[in-house]
């Protein structure tokens, strides 16, 4: 069953995958937080589409495997996948995560990311951007 939650995760996701920043923008609510687990802190939405923008500029091919994706209780959707992202010299980095999606009127009004940063470093370092300092 796809209910209208899962439907804007999956636009989400597509938007990443074909590297439209502009479509995720247009996705995220105006007042988004996106927390991650390695800052323990929210980014809003310039800074997290600025992020994205980055990681489309420095990565050639990102790809994710959806390993389950439920809906769950008031508007929130859980997402377990395999972030598949190629380097520039052709080699591919696996980065496992889960991410819980909060979805309000259409748009992501808020995520919490939960991922391996010791992959996110790989790729950050393959691609010359800073690493990952844990809070």
Not at 23 to 32: C, F, G, I, K, R
Not at 90 to 117: K, N, S
Not at 118 to 126: I, P
Request: net charge negative.
């Amino acid at each position: 069953m796809d209910t209208p939650e899962l439907k804007t995760v999956a636009r989400f996701f597509a938007a990443i995958e074909s590297k439209d920043t502009e479509a995720v923008a247009d996705l995220y609510a105006d007042d988004v937080q996106v927390w991650h687990n390695f800052t323990r802190a929210c980014m809003d939405k310039a800074a997290n589409v600025q992020t994205l923008k980055a990681m489309c500029e420095h990565v050639p091919r990102v790809r994710y495997d959806v390993e389950e994706r439920i809906q769950l209780a008031d508007g929130r959707v859980l997402q377990r996948h395999v972030l598949r992202a190629t380097t520039p010299a052709g080699d591919e980095i696996l980065m496992p995560a889960c991410i819980f999606i909060t979805v309000r009127d259409g748009r992501v009004a808020r995520i919490d990311e939960y991922l391996d940063t010791g992959q996110a470093n790989r790729m950050r370092a393959a691609t010359g951007r800073p690493l990952i300092v844990s809070a």
